[in-house]
Each structure stands twice: as structure tokens, then as C-alpha cells.
């Protein structure tokens, strides 16, 4: 049912057992607005227009004006796109990874077609592509009209890096991308249907048990929000959530590192994202206690530092439980 409503209801929400916390919403005149991005926290910003110009980014639109460029889409058995990097499968790690999902090239068209087409059973699909200027005239015309005045002016105020890239996001009512972190600041701008967004601070790395560095899910969360085994990840219990749900003309402000799942709410017709990737900015003054972001850094790079020095990762667990247990616990 897609009846392009104006609102959501509880009902279109998976249930997860995690205690949830709202994410504030304000509007993008309020102060508190680039208080909160100044110290690196979720903010919904409302009235921004940042993709305003985007409000007509619908399939039919999109099949019309995007109909020679090839779009990269995701195709999954089930609900989860959980994200693997495919240049981290080495030879010794091909027969254990079973990779959840397969990367396919695809017309808009083709993608519109088999969305409209979709049964029960039938692999899903989710449609990520990052806009380049294989893009028609008319979307070029769209994306120079987001409001790159007041994106750019946050980007210099918070001494970000460069924009990396912008992602555009069709998904399926339903689609989940699981939880895990990124490398940049991100304005998630939300053009059509509901999303849900639950994020955790950076802190909550004890409780979401990463993969390991090197491992193509890096960055993800072991722990399956449907099925947590709390044998094998115990501290999943004290995590603590912030949700945001956001709608057309909404952006949400994701910090640099904080952990997000993200959810195509259910019955809602599909949705379509874009996202504004940005470097971070250099960590300049070291003030201590460090924050949680920071610890994250380190706690890479001692992965990375150690795998190098070990070569075989089998190695790097045995060698860290000699330095910790019993000395560090
Ligand atoms: O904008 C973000 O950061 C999101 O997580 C949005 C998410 C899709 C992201 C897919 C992805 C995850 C990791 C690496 C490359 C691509 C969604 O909206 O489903
Ligand atoms: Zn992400």
C-alpha cells in the first residue's frame, strides 16, 4: 500500500527488545541545531530543503530521467542487507564467508519493474547507487538545486573534510540495513516514505561486537537484533538506543562513528534516500578522557597493527587474551 500518506503508525515498526530513546527534532534555524552536530550527536532537522528539489524523485520520474544510466542493486533472500566489502574476501577466507547478498547492475527501469512485479518469496531488492554524472540533465538540474549553501556552510563550521560522495537509496517497505558504523559524517536526507533509524553513541562498542577489522564485515554488528545470542554476546543487554524516524523533507544528522540501524518501515511503499558523506574532520586537541569515537580509532588500529605484525588473524586472538586476561581484567 502506497498511498503516499502523510504519517506512519507503530504498527509499521519491528519489534526489537532494546530500550529506545528519541532522537531530538528541531528545525534547521534552531542553535541547538549545530550544538548538538558540534558535539557529534543525532539531530532530526526539519525545514532545511536541503533536497527539496528532490521532492519529485519518484521511480517513474527517476525511470525517465535516469534511463541510460546502469543503477548498482542489492538483492537479498530475505529482509537483511547486511554490507560486505567483497575486496576483504581473501583466498583463506573464501570458504568460510557465505556472502548474504549479491551485487547486481540493473536500468531503473528493470529495477522499477521487478519492484512493481515483487511476490512474497522473491529475492528483494535495494537499490544503491552512488549519483555520478551518468545521471540525465534533469537530475544534474535536481542535485545543483539542494542546498548546498546550507550543507556547506555546516561542512566549514565543523571543519569537516571533503564530500565523499552522495549515495541515492531505493528500498523495498521493510528492507533493513543492519546495525554498523561509518567512517564520515553523514546527512541522511530523507525524499520519499519512512524511515527508522536507531542509532547508538560510539560508546556502545563493548556491547555490539563488531566483526574484526579485517573481516568484510567490518564495521557491522555481530549480534542479529532479531535473534541476539546472549551467550556469545552477553553485554548486547545493556545497549541503549536513540530512534529516529524520518520522513520526507526530514534530515538526519549521523555522527561520524555512531552505530545505526536502519529500517524501510513496514507497508509504507518503498522509500527513497540520499545521503551526504563528508570526512571527518582531524581530531585536533587531544583533550582527555578521550571520547568514545576516539577509543574506536585506536582500538582499529591496534587490530590493523596487530594483524600486520601477526599475518595469520587466527593468531591475533590468542595473542590479545595473553596481554589481557589476568592482567588487564
Ligand atoms: O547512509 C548510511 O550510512 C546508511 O547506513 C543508510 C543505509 C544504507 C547504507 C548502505 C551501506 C552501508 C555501509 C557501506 C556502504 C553502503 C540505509 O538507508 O539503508
Ligand atoms: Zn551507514
Keep these: 500500500m502506497c498511498d503516499g500518506s502523510s504519517s506512519w503508525k507503530e504498527s509499521q515498526l519491528r519489534n526489537y527488545d532494546i530500550p529506545l530513546k528519541s532522537v531530538p527534532k528541531l528545525s534547521f534555524d534552531d542553535p541547538r541545531v549545530e550544538q548538538l552536530i558540534s558535539e557529534n550527536k543525532p539531530v532530526i532537522i526539519t525545514g532545511s530543503d536541503l533536497v527539496y528539489s528532490a521532492s519529485k524523485w519518484n521511480l517513474e520520474y527517476l525511470e525517465k530521467h535516469m534511463e541510460s544510466s546502469t543503477c548498482t542493486v542489492i538483492m537479498s533472500p530475505n529482509h537483511i542487507f547486511k554490507y560486505f566489502d567483497e575486496k576483504a574476501i581473501t583466498p583463506a577466507m573464501k570458504n568460510k564467508f557465505v556472502p548474504p547478498t549479491r551485487k547486481v547492475s ?9 519492484l512493481n512485479n515483487w511476490k512474497s518469496g522473491e529475492e528483494r531488492l535495494y537499490l544503491q547507487q552512488t549519483l555520478n554524472n551518468t545521471v540525465g540533465p534533469a537530475i544534474v ?9 546550507w550543507i556547506t556552510a555546516i561542512q566549514k563550521k565543523m571543519a569537516w573534510g571533503p564530500l565523499t560522495s552522495n549515495l541515492l537509496l ?23 516514505g519512512w524511515k527508522r533509524v536507531i542509532l547508538f553513541s560510539p560508546e556502545h562498542y563493548g556491547c555490539l561486537y563488531p566483526h574484526t577489522v579485517f573481516h568484510p564485515h567490518d564495521r557491522q554488528s555481530q549480534v542479529d537484533f532479531e535473534k541476539p545470542d546472549l551467550n556469545k554476546f552477553p553485554r548486547f543487554e545493556e545497549v541503549q538506543g536513540e530512534e529516529a524516524i524520518v ?37 585536533v586537541d587531544i583533550i582527555y578522557p578521550l571520547q568514545g569515537h576516539q577509543k574506536l580509532a585506536i582500538m582499529r588500529n591496534v587490530e590493523k597493527m596487530l594483524i600486520e605484525a601477526l599475518k595469520d588473524p587466527e593468531e591475533v586472538g590468542s595473542l590479545f587474551r595473553a596481554i589481557v586476561l589476568g592482567r588487564y581484567t
Excluded at 540493473?106 to 521487478?114: C, G, L, N, V
Excluded at 538540474?141 to 539542494?146: A, L, P, R, S, T
Excluded at 507497508?267 to 540520499?274: D, F, H, L, P, R
Aim: proline share 5%.
Design 247 to 283: 520522513g520526507p523533507g526530514e534530515v538526519l544528522y549521523i555522527p561520524v562513528y555512531w552505530w545505526h540501524h536502519v529500517e524501510s518501515l513496514l507497508n509504507g511503499g518503498y522509500t527513497v534516500s540520499i545521503n551526504f558523506w563528508y570526512k571527518a574532520g582531524p581530531t
Design 141 to 149: 538540474q535536481d542535485f545543483i538545486k539542494f542546498r548546498w549553501d
Design 106 to 114: 540493473m536500468k531503473i527501469s528493470d529495477f522499477s519493474k521487478r
Design 170 to 192: 531505493i528500498g523495498m517497505e521493510g528492507n533493513v540495513t543492519p546495525c554498523h558504523y561509518d567512517e564520515q559524517q553523514n546527512f541522511f536526507a530523507q525524499v520519499k
